[in-house]
Structure formats: C-alpha cells, structure tokens
C-alpha cells in the first residue's frame, strides 16, 4: 500500500502530465447572430452585452461603436466572424 505522500506524489505527477483543455474553442466558434445587427455600410453592432473567449481570454462585448471587418477586438475580427456566420 501506498504511503500518503507517495500517493499525492504520484497524483500531481499525473495531473502535470494531463494535457489542458480550454474551456472554449476559439477560431471558429460558434456566434449567436440574433444578438448583432448587420448595418446598412456592411458593419455589426452588437444588441446587448456578451462574452466570447478568444486566444487571449475573456472578450467582453459592449453595445457602442459598430465593428468592421479588419478591427480586432481580443485578437477576433467580430466583423469578419459574423459575414462568415450570418450573411
């Protein structure tokens, strides 16, 4: 039988070796195009505040400026992602 430290000992050992998953995928993630509207000049504004999780985090979306292709909010173009998802 295992001492207790040889078996917490052998516990982290495993849990250092398991790989890590992010909680959500990034890249092509899925977007919700009811909660943005597509404006008449091609741009998106988005309809109430909303979270999506990107390379480098937490992207918190405000309703406010509108968002065009080739601006970059959290490492996403929102813009490019939604005339992919939603046109």
Same mark, same amino acid.
């Given at each position: @039988?295992? /001492?207790r430290s040889a078996f917490f000992s052998l516990?982290?050992?495993v849990l250092l070796a398991a790989p890590v998953q992010a909680q959500q995928p990034t890249g092509? @993630? %899925? @977007? &919700?195009? /009811?909660?943005?509207?597509?404006?008449p000049d091609g741009s998106w /504004?988005?309809?109430q505040p909303? %979270?999506?999780f990107s390379d480098t985090g937490r992207v918190r979306i /405000?309703?406010?400026p509108p968002f065009k292709r080739g601006m970059s909010l959290g490492?996403? &173009?929102i813009a490019k992602m939604l005339d992919q998802q939603c046109r």
């Open positions: @039988m295992l /001492s516990v982290a050992g092509q @993630m %899925e @977007m &919700d195009c /009811s909660r943005f509207t597509h404006n /504004s988005v309809k909303l %979270e999506l /405000s309703p406010g490492g996403l &173009d």
